[in-house]
């Protein structure tokens, strides 16, 4: 069946690094196309990054542009999310989904089937 799995989640000090994986099972990662997502305490989940299926074209959230970086390994049917600079207001729990439809804008939840069950990340000194 269709299985995501987030890894490297952790506690890093402000201006930290951490790089995040998205193992995929179950299916051809290449032919899909991935969004991270984040989800802080009392907000809702926000879409931050995303990877296309066809051409791997890359799409960030201001809120990360610079900072964050979305790559994918077919070989290893897994999607990194390398981060650096992080800051305090990174820290949530992230999300790697499968897109099921590209009708909707890539950082609506409801564009995507499948989610992992997330990875926490803590940006604090």
């Known amino acids: 069946q269709v299985q995501l799995v987030e890894s490297g989640g952790g506690l890093v000090q402000p201006g930290g690094s951490l790089r995040l994986s998205c193992a995929a099972s179950?299916?051809?990662?290449?032919?899909?196309?991935i969004g991270w997502f984040r989800q802080a305490p009392g907000k809702e989940r926000e879409g931050i990054s995303y990877i296309s299926n066809s051409d791997g074209r890359t799409y960030y959230a201001d809120s990360v542009k610079g900072r964050f970086t979305i790559s994918r390994d077919n070989a290893k049917n897994t999607v990194y999310l390398q981060m650096n600079s992080l800051k305090p207001e990174d820290t949530a729990v992230y999300y790697c989904a499968r897109q099921r439809s590209t009708t909707y804008y890539w950082r609506t939840p409801l564009a995507y089937g499948y989610w992992g069950q997330g990875t926490q990340v803590t940006v604090s000194s």
């Open positions: 179950g299916f051809t990662l290449d032919y899909y196309g």
